[in-house]
């Protein structure tokens, strides 16, 4: 079973970066997708902001491409997210999620219910 560890979530202005990282362990299969999501409020739908497969092709969402950043470390298991030229709006928990695929397979959608293995979340929250 995947087990995800999220770190680096803090308080800064708008306009200011932040760096979070998933430490990741307990992976069974060579293809996977991983991914950053937010939850503005708890008990809302977790909404998808960045994706990374296993060949390193990402996918954004709209309101962050130009500003955010998915990457991983493979040889230390842990996915990143590079947070700059944060905004007010940008305010939420913050999850790591993985999926694998047996058969083999691409990152295909930010739907959250799609991703079996999450992490705790950590918080970020931006001020004006």
């Known amino acids: 079973q995947v087990q995800l560890v999220e770190s680096g979530g803090s308080s800064v202005q708008a306009g200011g970066s932040l760096r979070l990282s998933c430490a990741i362990s307990?992976?069974?299969?060579?293809?996977?997708?991983l991914g950053w999501f937010r939850q503005t409020t708890p008990g809302n739908e977790r909404e998808g902001v960045a994706l990374i497969d296993t060949d390193g092709t990402t996918t954004y969402e709209d309101a962050v491409k130009g500003r955010f950043t998915i990457s991983q470390d493979n040889a230390k298991n842990i996915l990143y997210l590079q947070m700059d030229n944060l905004k007010p709006e940008n305010t939420a928990m913050y999850y790591c999620?993985?999926?694998?695929?047996?058969?083999?397979?691409?990152?295909?959608?930010?739907?959250?219910?799609?991703?079996?293995?999450w992490g705790q979340g950590t918080q970020v929250t931006v001020s004006s």
């Open positions: 999620a993985a999926e694998e695929f047996p058969d083999g397979g691409y990152c295909y959608t930010f739907t959250a219910t799609e991703y079996h293995s």
């Open positions: 307990g992976y069974t299969y060579v293809s996977r997708c």
